[in-house]
């Protein structure tokens, strides 16, 4: 029996570590289509990409879901630094054909409330409610780029939450009062538009496009979802660079 996509993905992840080249077996040679805009395009850009890591380099993926066609990972890497990132790959055919990314520096402290960037549950259920669960996130991103507060409570319980952005405590207030802090340091996070929402069970991870500080920024926002309320967090921020130093044309998104 051939692995299952979740474990392709999680191989050719892992690749990027051990140098397996046997991974690559799952990437269609004809169509590559790379989002990551430091990877040059095609197989060609990836394998680059793995001659120039550091010998040490370490991937460890915590977290993988499957959603029709699309397998998304959250993962731990250390290469020219430690990073958490997620990683969305599009099969088709029974290949890899697309890849999009979105990588953080590790944060080096605890958040507020004690949490890494990663930790918490791993495990997929609620499958029955994976339509409902994307459902509600949508909903939720209409509403947050549309400028409807008054909405926001009715999405989570009480203000019960857990936070895993490096920069905010859990609880709702403490999600306010960190991004207060953020705007007040003139970090203010605006988001502009929504691109992908994909769903396992009781994980949605939604990707959108904003603004970090005023700075073109992609979020990646995983989210927990609990008896039909946002449970727990944990994100993604990485800079979009200028147009002229993209080394593809596939944009990021």
Same mark, same amino acid.
């Given at each position: 029996?051939?692995?299952?996509?979740? #474990?392709?993905?999680?191989?050719?992840?892992?690749?990027?570590?051990? %140098?397996?080249?046997?991974?690559?077996?799952?990437?269609?040679?004809?169509?590559?289509?790379?989002?990551?805009?430091?990877?040059?395009?095609?197989?060609?850009?990836?394998?680059?990409?793995?001659?120039?890591?550091?010998?040490?380099?370490?991937?460890?993926?915590?977290?993988?879901?499957?959603?029709?066609?699309?397998?998304?990972?959250?993962?731990?890497?250390?290469?020219?630094?430690?990073?958490?990132?997620?990683?969305?790959?599009?099969?088709?055919?029974?290949?890899?054909?697309?890849?999009?990314?979105?990588?953080?520096?590790?944060?080096?402290?605890?958040?507020?409330?004690?949490?890494?960037?990663?930790?918490?549950?791993?495990?997929?259920?609620?499958?029955?409610?994976?339509?409902?669960?994307?459902?509600?996130?949508?909903?939720?991103?209409?509403?947050?780029?549309?400028?409807?507060?008054?909405?926001?409570?009715?999405?989570?319980?009480?203000?019960?939450?857990? #936070?895993?952005?490096?920069?905010?405590?859990?609880?709702?207030?403490?999600?306010?009062?960190?991004?207060?802090?953020?705007?007040?340091?003139?970090?203010?996070?605006?988001?502009?538009?929504?691109?992908?929402?994909?769903?396992?069970?009781?994980?949605?991870?939604?990707?959108?496009?904003?603004?970090?500080?005023?700075?073109?920024?992609?979020?990646?926002?995983?989210?927990?979802?609990?008896?039909? %309320?946002?449970?727990?967090?944990?994100?993604?921020?990485?800079?979009?660079?200028?147009?002229?130093?993209?080394?593809?044309?596939?944009? %990021?998104?």
């Amino acid at each position: 029996m051939p692995p299952t996509r979740k #474990q392709q993905v999680v191989d050719l992840l892992k690749s990027l570590e051990t %140098k397996n080249p046997v991974p690559f077996a799952y990437v269609n040679p004809n169509k590559y289509i790379q989002h990551n805009l430091q990877v040059g395009p095609g197989p060609e850009g990836v394998a680059a990409l793995i001659q120039n890591l550091p010998p040490d380099a370490s991937v460890n993926t915590i977290r993988v879901f499957e959603d029709g066609d699309y397998v998304f990972a959250h993962t731990e890497y250390n290469f020219f630094g430690p990073k958490i990132g997620f990683d969305i790959f599009r099969f088709e055919d029974g290949l890899i054909v697309e890849h999009w990314d979105n990588l953080q520096e590790t944060a080096t402290e605890l958040s507020p409330s004690g949490h890494t960037m990663i930790d918490g549950p791993t495990a997929v259920s609620d499958l029955d409610r994976t339509q409902a669960n994307k459902a509600l996130m949508q909903r939720y991103m209409d509403d947050l780029l549309a400028g409807r507060r008054e909405t926001f409570p009715s999405y989570f319980n009480g203000i019960a939450y857990i #936070q895993h952005n490096p920069w905010v405590a859990d609880t709702i207030p403490g999600l306010i009062a960190g991004l207060q802090s953020l705007a007040a340091k003139g970090q203010a996070v605006v988001y502009n538009r929504l691109h992908m929402v994909l769903g396992e069970g009781n994980f949605v991870l939604v990707v959108a496009e904003a603004t970090f500080g005023g700075v073109p920024t992609a979020i990646y926002d995983l989210f927990r979802i609990e008896s039909g %309320k946002i449970a727990e967090h944990w994100d993604t921020l990485e800079a979009i660079p200028p147009r002229d130093q993209w080394k593809n044309s596939n944009g %990021k998104f």
